[in-house]
């Protein structure tokens, strides 16, 4: 059934669900007039855990099983039977659904709702289901969509029973069995029944693996009891959802063998067959790329001038029906159409790189950090990037985001769905993750770099003047380069200056309330790779706070690195977001007659995974701050939780801390 609605929306599928509509009547998938079947009616006695179990969940599933049966094609069909007991008002939207695209089919979905009383039962009645179309973002046209159940009588107390059967996607031979949810799970099973001769291979994420026990012949099934409730809302600082949860991943084709490795070169395999004709060059696209790299001087300036041709001419649009959600679309259709999602721009590349004489490849991965596992081989992922082959005399300090596959290649990972970041760099969110390298034979799982600090980051330098009553007015000057230059374009792009006044104020004002910007100017180079200057000038009354005779001045004037974090034990790793060097210089002239009195403490704190260096001081009539914040990893251990805490309760503190200013003697 897809899990319920509460997770489809928080962690499943990067979807958006749209366009609601009732069933008719008429519709074939629904059977009027059954009963509660027996096997719901058991689930349903299971009693509600005890309050320790369920802590603050909302509803609890009391069962849930999926029956994946195989046919002699590979083709699963699969039926899901699920229990779910309301526990609070805000429960009440946990409910079943069932997503399907043009090449499956919903043979059956049936709902009952069983009364808090448990004498009354209920039958969802066509019109207690809707329809609703998928879409990622306003970019996407797609075929696939959702029935979902909104069953009578769901108070609290009552039970939800859900059954459903649907013939899965004839090219699809894996099942992604996700063991977590934001709600506790008394039990849940999988089944496998698979013809006669046939094999299967198991893999497990973030949870101890469970033997099957062999029902019949060939057939097998796993259960598990009592998995509580994945709930990261109040731990700060955590990795993505999906990337944390417990999962089994069961193949049953050409990739059902034991060894990993060998796992993933047969996923690698049927990635590079289905997309084995796409990257043909059309004679259009040898014209231009012919036209683009006449005269580059080295392998860069190649590279530079077809990425930035892609990202700048072929817009981000994705037309989903089908296995069309996993194929490309012809490079020449796509250069001649001017648009394409994230595999038809990895298409036109591969298509481009091969006229200049360079090698690339597909790259299927996830855009949320550590869903894809080296140890949990599957086809899991919503995002395709490339990886190029870079020639072994080639060394180039602007190729960065290199890594070193088993065969020894060196390998460029570049995602040209990425308008802003240069190729060379790679987005924050995909740095430190895993992807597939669909390279034929060759295929094979590799890590994703993690740039150096130096590859992200921004300086910004102030000057700044502050009168007796607390006005402060000055200038500043900020320098953006990598992922941070990227968001700042990604903003110029997206906006007007109306509303890119707008933005700037309100995070400026964050620091700095009250604040207004009396001007300001972007200065884009056209070259990705080029740092991107911001300047304006501002205005914030009261600013500094008068304490009887004295002053108190924050020499941090804007900019906050202070992350969220508590004292609880940590249990989950610890996400830095981004690798990256910031530095800050501001100089505050002080008002006339004042001196400063008192300075905050300098700060200098390194641990392996960052630094913070950050000083204070005074030269005549000018109050002086500068530090520096560098940030050597994407994610830590939950072991390093102390060292983080002290690292931010350090920033923390400098961020707040205050000088003050008094009187100058007469």
């Known amino acids: ?90 429960g009440r939207h946990n409910t079943c659904e069932v997503s399907y695209d043009v090449d499956e089919k919903l043979n059956y979905f049936r709902v009952w709702t069983i009364a808090a009383d448990e004498k009354n039962t209920y039958e969802a009645q066509p019109t207690d289901f809707v329809e609703q179309g998928d879409t990622d973002v306003p970019v996407m046209l797609s075929t696939r969509k959702a029935r979902i159940a909104h069953p009578p009588a769901v108070d609290v107390g009552a039970t939800i029973v859900c059954e459903s059967e649907e013939v899965m996607k004839p090219y699809m031979q894996e099942k992604v069995w996700t063991l977590q949810n934001g709600i506790p799970v008394v039990f849940q099973a999988l089944e496998l029944d698979l013809p006669a001769g046939h094999s299967y291979s198991e893999a497990w994420h973030r949870f101890d693996p469970v033997k099957p026990a062999q029902v019949a012949p060939n057939h097998w099934r796993w259960e598990l009891k009592d998995v509580p409730a994945l709930n990261l809302r109040d731990v700060p600082s955590s990795p993505e959802w999906f990337a944390l949860a417990g999962r089994m991943t069961v193949q049953w084709g050409d990739a059902a063998i034991a060894e990993k490795d060998q796992e993933w070169r047969a996923l690698g395999q049927w990635v590079t067959k289905l997309e084995q004709d796409r990257p043909t060059p059309s004679p259009e696209i040898t014209a231009r790329v012919n036209e683009l790299v006449a005269g580059a001087p080295d392998f860069y300036s190649k590279l530079s001038r077809i990425t930035e041709d892609i990202q700048k001419n072929i817009r981000y649009f994705i037309v989903s029906r089908g296995i069309g959600g996993l194929q490309a679309n012809h490079a020449g259709d796509i250069y001649r159409n001017r648009y394409g999602d994230c595999k038809d721009k990895t298409t036109l590349l591969i298509a481009m790189l091969q006229v200049a004489g360079i090698k690339a490849y597909y790259v299927p991965v996830d855009h949320r950090r550590g869903v894809v596992d080296p ?25 960065q985001a290199v890594v070193k596959g088993k065969d020894g290649k060196r390998y460029l990972i570049f995602d040209p769905t990425d308008q802003r970041t240069p190729v060379g760099n790679l987005p924050s969110n995909e740095q430190g993750g895993y992807g597939l390298l669909a390279a034929g034979g060759s295929s094979q799982v590799i890590a994703l770099p993690v740039l150096p600090p130096t590859a992200n980051g921004t300086e910004r330098t102030g000057a700044f003047s502050l009168q007796a009553d607390g006005t402060l007015t000055g200038s500043l000057d900020t320098v953006h380069s990598g992922p941070d230059g990227s968001d700042m374009r990604y903003l110029l792009k997206d906006t007007d200056e109306k509303q890119r006044r707008e933005y700037l104020e309100k995070k400026i004002a964050r620091d700095l309330p009250g604040v207004s910007l009396t001007s300001f100017e972007f200065v884009q180079p056209p070259a990705l790779d080029k740092p991107l200057e911001f300047h304006y000038k501002l205005t914030a009354s009261q600013y500094a706070h008068t304490a009887g005779p004295l002053l108190l001045v924050r020499p941090r004037v804007v900019g906050s690195y202070a992350m969220p974090f508590d004292d609880k034990p940590r249990q989950v790793p610890i996400d830095l977001d981004a690798t990256g060097r910031w530095k800050d210089s501001f100089d505050i002239t002080l008002p006339d007659g004042y001196v400063v009195d008192e300075t905050p403490d300098p700060v200098d704190l390194d641990v392996d995974f960052a630094s913070y260096h950050s000083a204070v001081s005074a030269k005549g009539k000018t109050l002086h701050y500068e530090r520096e914040y560098v940030v050597k990893k994407v994610e830590i251990a939950a072991g390093k939780a102390a060292e983080f805490r002290k690292l931010q309760s350090a920033i923390l503190m400098d961020e707040k801390g205050t000088a003050v200013l008094k009187k100058a003697a007469n």
């Not at 140890?375 to 190729?399: C, F, K, N, W, Y």
Request: proline residues 7%; hydrophobic residues 45%.
């Open 1 to 90: 059934m897809a899990g319920l609605r509460n997770q489809l929306t928080g962690w499943a599928a990067v979807t958006v669900l749209i366009a609601a509509a009732c069933m008719p009547a008429s519709a074939s998938w629904f059977s009027k007039g059954q009963p509660v079947p027996d096997w719901g009616v058991q689930a349903a006695k299971t009693p509600t855990p005890a309050a320790a179990v369920v802590k603050d969940a909302t509803a609890v599933i009391l069962y849930d099983e999926y029956v994946e049966t195989i046919d002699g094609n590979g083709r699963a069909t699969e039926r899901e039977r699920q229990v779910i007991r309301i526990l609070k008002p805000q």
């Open 375 to 399: 140890e949990d081989p599957s086809l899991l992922g919503d995002h395709m990037i490339t990886a190029i082959e870079v020639p072994d005399d080639v060394q180039d300090a602007r190729l």
